[in-house]
T-cell receptor, first 111, second 114 residues
Framework: NAGVTQTPKFRILKIGQSMTLQCTQDMNHNYMYWYRQDPGMGLKLIYYSVGAGITDKGEVPNGYNVSRSTTEDFPLRLELAAPSQTSVYFC??????????FGQGTRLTVV | QQQVKQSPQSLIVQKGGIPIINCAYENTAFDYFPWYQQFPGKGPALLIAIRPDVSEKKEGRFTISFNKSAKQFSLHIMDSQPGDSATYFCAASRDSGNTGKLIFGQGTTLQVKP
């Protein structure tokens, strides 16, 4: 029972490249979230999902896309990487009567 | 616009001291205020949370004080230990904590010296 698994842990991208950050959960929770964390800025919500097939924008969605085809997976897609997307990305899950539980994060650098 | 403002940005205390981290919010629709603790290389983990119908909540050495009229809340760590050295984030939500749609403060890096 790993809870939330994020892959990769680290990645360096060149400007204009694309990539997908993976998030998988084994808790069967409906709610899943993507946050980004920048130094001195706290965490900001990018996208979230309340269940399979349902996604919605958070506070900072520009430059990202998500999908939720299954309860377990909530991948985050960067189509044209930009230096402003250098950040640490956290996936979180939440079930009924539970608190938000965060993964270990993906550290992304765009050069 | 930062909806949740956290201070100080960093804090150094001696072992046994009582660090205090403060947060202020603007949106009166917020109804759930958690604190998260984050160690280097790890994701944030829930430490303690409060709802606006109470003015104080204690869990072990951690206490939240909540002032609804001032729209402020703070975290106190009693008898702080070197193992408490971490980054602390306050947060707020409008969903009574039923969703993980959180607005975070900027974070406070705490160092507890032995």
């Amino acid at each position: 029972n790993a809870g939330v698994t994020q892959t990769p842990k680290f990645r360096i991208l060149k400007i204009g490249q694309s990539m997908t950050l993976q998030c998988t959960q084994d808790m069967n929770h409906n709610y899943m979230y993507w946050y980004r964390q920048d130094p001195g800025m706290g965490l900001k919500l990018i996208y979230y999902s309340v269940g399979a097939g349902i996604t919605d924008k958070g506070e900072v969605p520009n430059g990202y896309n998500v999908s939720r085809s299954t309860t377990e997976d909530f991948p985050l897609r960067l189509e044209l990487a930009a230096p402003s997307q250098t950040s640490v990305y956290f996936c979180a899950i939440q079930g009924p009567d539970t608190e938000a539980f965060f993964g270990q994060g993906t550290r992304l650098t765009v050069v | 616009q930062q909806q949740v403002k956290q201070s100080p940005q960093s804090l150094i205390v001696q072992k046994g001291g009582i660090p205090i981290i403060n947060c202020a919010y603007e949106n009166t629709a917020f109804d759930y205020f958690p604190w998260y603790q984050q160690f280097p290389g790890k994701g944030p983990a829930l430490l303690i949370a409060i709802r606006p119908d109470v003015s104080e909540k204690k869990e072990g050495r951690f206490t939240i004080s909540f002032n609804k009229s001032a729209k402020q809340f703070s975290l106190h760590i009693m008898d702080s230990q070197p193992g408490d050295s971490a980054t602390y984030f306050c947060a707020a939500s409008r969903d009574s904590g039923n969703t993980g749609k959180l607005i975070f403060g900027q974070g406070t890096t705490l160092q507890v010296k032995p």
